[in-house]
Nanobody, 115 residues
Framework: QVQLVESGGGLVQPGGSLRLSCAAS????????MGWYRQAPGKEREWVAT???????MYADSVKGRFTISRDNAKNTVYLQMNSLKPEDTAVYFC?????????WGQGTQVTVSS
């Protein structure tokens, strides 16, 4: 089964940027759906963005225009570029991959937006 490892989280000031990476243990070329969720303290996990292997991308309204999801098939990696970060973006960010209707998850990376 595929293993997913996130990286790139950290502490950033409001208005700043971070790029999260999700490295897969196998080729992502044929993985139709990959993306990101996040979970803030005391809240349910929230969908953030999704990318398909046909080039489509989708975003939650809360991040549209600020976040960009992309894939690098040569590196088996999915990225989440986050710009204009707000304190409400603070959460643990999880990468996922959907393979044959089963979801695989990474361990998460913490993003904290604070001055």
């Amino acid at each position: 089964q595929v293993q997913l490892v996130e990286s790139g989280g950290g502490l950033v000031q409001p208005g700043g940027s971070l790029r999260l990476s999700c490295a897969a243990s196998e080729s992502i070329f044929n993985i139709h759906l990959m993306g990101w969720y996040r979970q803030a303290p005391g809240k349910e996990r929230e969908w953030v963005a999704t990318s398909t292997n046909t080039g489509s991308t989708m975003y939650a309204d809360s991040v549209k225009g600020r976040f960009t999801i992309s894939r690098d098939n040569a590196k088996n990696t999915v990225y989440l570029q986050m710009n204009s970060l707000k304190p409400e973006d603070t959460a643990v960010y999880f990468c996922f991959a959907r393979i044959y209707a089963r979801d695989y998850w990474g361990q998460g990376t913490q993003v904290t937006v604070s001055s």
